[in-house]
């Protein structure tokens, strides 16, 4: 999805876990754990078949934990933080560790200094993710800071 500001915008209102549900219909809460901001309780709440459907899961984003056994091998160095570092103004990725089993990526492109393409993958709610982020990009758009 082509969005209308710069991708460090895209990128930061993406990282605010908490400010998800502004754009994603489906998910009513998200709350990062103060104690590890890593981690987040997430609720999702959905209507289908006639049916009021309600999950939840506590997500990680993961991230790069450089230990010396996977600073030995420069291979897997390179596998280890390629699967798990985000990459400020590219990439943001997470797995659930309990609850509803998920994991998924949001990948940003930019494509110039006022616009970027935001790519969402997540297998399990890939049609639902896809409709939210044209609710996205409007919200994006509405954002003044960078």
Known sequence: MQVEVPVSVAYGLYSDRESIPRWMIFISSV???????????????????????EY??????????????????????KLFCDLSMPLPNQKIHWISLEGLPNKGTVRFFPLGPSSCDVEALQPLMQGLIKSSLEQFAEIAKSTKTA
């Not at 010396?68 to 420069?74: A, D, G, Y």
Request: aromatic share 12%; glycine share 2%.
């Open 31 to 53: 709350k990062v754990l103060k104690e590890k901001p890593d981690l987040s309780r997430w609720t999702l709440k959905y209507k289908a078949f006639g049916q009021n459907l």
């Open 56 to 77: 939840s899961w506590l997500a990680k984003n993961l991230q790069a934990s450089i230990t010396s056994k996977c600073c030995e091998s420069r291979e897997l160095y």
